[in-house]
Structure formats: C-alpha cells, structure tokens
C-alpha cells in the first residue's frame, strides 16, 4: 500500500527557507515520477514542482529559481527546498506522484507552510 508522509512545514519570515520532506512507502520514488503540491487557502491543489525518474525537473513559474525539487533514493525520500520564501507559498504542501493531472489517490496529510510578512 502506498504512504506518502510529509513533514518539515512550520512558520518562516518573508525572505526565509523550509526543506520539506516526503517519506514514501508502497513505491519506489527513484522509478516514478513525482512531485510537490500546493493548496493555498481557497484556492485549488496545484503542482510546485515535479522529478522525473531520469532526475529531471520542472518547476511552477512562480517559484522557479528558489524552489528546489530533489530525492535520496536509498532513504526513498523526496524534499523540497524553499528559498526565498513570499507569502504566496502559504499553504498545505503534498508530495504524490507527478501525473499529468492531479492524482486521484495516495493524499497524505501534508505540511503547512505558513509565511510571516
């Protein structure tokens, strides 16, 4: 059965860094692809930041050249690194499979961000 469990979320000053972590259970990180995911209050669940399993990236415009997608496949692990922060980061971040629409399964609970001003 596939786990996905997020942490490393917390409250940071504008301008300020989180790395965010995924442990994954059920599947092997290091053969799918997969990303990070924002849901930011009101608004919908929307990809951040996506790792093929051939190590390439993609980033959403908006946090591209701050955010950092990366994975340690003998821990099976997936992290996200957060530069610079703004308060448009602020919200719940999961980590799931990069599909090309949202997956419809293996939510976990995800972390808050939140980004003080």
């Known amino acids: 059965q596939v786990q996905l469990v997020e942490s490393g979320g917390g409250l940071v000053q504008a301008g300020g860094s989180l790395r965010l972590s995924c442990a994954a259970s059920?599947?092997?990180?290091?053969?799918?692809?997969m990303g990070w995911y924002r849901q930011a209050p009101g608004k919908q669940r929307e990809l951040v930041a996506g790792?093929?399993?051939?190590?390439?990236?993609n980033y959403a415009g908006s946090v591209k050249g701050r955010f950092t997608i990366s994975r340690d496949n003998a821990k099976n692990m997936v992290y996200l690194q957060m530069n610079s922060l703004k308060s448009e980061a602020i919200g719940v971040y999961y980590c799931?499979?990069?599909?090309?629409?949202?997956?419809?399964?293996?939510w976990g609970q995800g972390t808050q961000v939140t980004v003080s001003s």
């Open positions: 790792i093929t399993s051939g190590g390439g990236t």
């Open positions: 799931n499979f990069w599909t090309k629409t949202l997956p419809m399964d293996y």
């Open positions: 059920g599947m092997i990180v290091r053969i799918n692809p």
